[in-house]
C-alpha cells in the first residue's frame, strides 16, 4: 500500500523515532495510536469549519442531534456517554440546542429529577438536511482508500475501540 502521508507528518514519525530510538518502546503502537488521535483530531476540526459551520453546529452539538436522530429520545446520562461528552459538557450543549428549538428536555414522569431530551421538528429538520452534506464530508474525508481498505479501516479501528474499553 502507497503510503501518501505529508512530509511533516512523515518527518515528524522520523524525529520521534530519532530521539526515541534508544529506549525499549514499542514505535509500531506508539505511531498507530498517534495517528488515530491525529486522525480524529483533523477529520473533526475539517468538519466543524465546513459542513457543521454551514449549520452553526458545533461537533458536540452535531453528535448529539445524531445520537436522539438514530436512538430517538435519551436520558441525559445515556446522552453524554453515547455522545461521549462529560455531562457538564452535554448540559451547555443542550442548552444551546434547546435555545435554537433544535431538542427539548422533558422530566420523567416516576422520577421529576431524571431529564430526557428530545429533537422537535426543527432539529428533526436540521439533521435530515445536514446528514446528506456531512455524509458527502466523510466520503471526501476516505477518497483515497478503496471500498476494500475503507471497511478494514473501520474493521481495525473497531477493534481498537474494544481493546480500548470503549465497545
Known amino acids: 500500500m502507497e503510503d501518501r502521508a505529508s512530509p511533516r507528518l512523515l518527518d515528524a514519525e522520523r524525529l520521534i523515532q530519532a530521539r526515541l530510538g ?3 518502546l514499542d514505535f509500531d503502537s506508539m505511531l498507530a495510536v498517534s495517528n488515530i488521535y491525529r486522525a480524529a483530531t483533523a477529520v ?7 459542513v457543521l459551520a454551514q449549520f452553526g453546529l458545533s461537533w458536540g452539538g452535531f453528535t448529539t442531534l445524531w445520537v436522539l436522530w ?3 429520545e435519551m436520558r441525559t446520562a445515556d446522552l453524554a456517554e453515547e455522545c461521549d461528552l462529560s455531562k457538564a459538557t452535554l448540559t ?3 442548552k444551546t440546542l434547546e435555545k435554537r428549538g433544535f431538542v427539548e428536555r422533558r422530566q420523567v ?4 429529577r431524571r431529564v430526557t431530551v428530545a429533537l422537535t421538528d426543527a432539529g428533526l429538520d436540521t439533521i435530515e438536511r445536514l446528514f446528506p452534506s ?5 466520503g471526501e474525508m476516505v477518497r483515497e482508500l478503496s471500498t476494500d481498505e475503507k471497511q478494514a479501516l473501520a474493521g481495525l479501528l473497531r477493534r481498537v475501540i474494544v481493546a480500548a474499553g470503549q465497545a
Open 22 to 24: 534508544d529506549r525499549q
Open 44 to 50: 473533526r476540526r475539517s468538519a466543524e469549519r465546513g
Open 70 to 72: 438514530v436512538w430517538g
Open 92 to 94: 451547555g450543549v443542550v
Open 109 to 112: 414522569e416516576s422520577d421529576r
Open 134 to 138: 456531512f455524509n458527502r464530508y466523510e
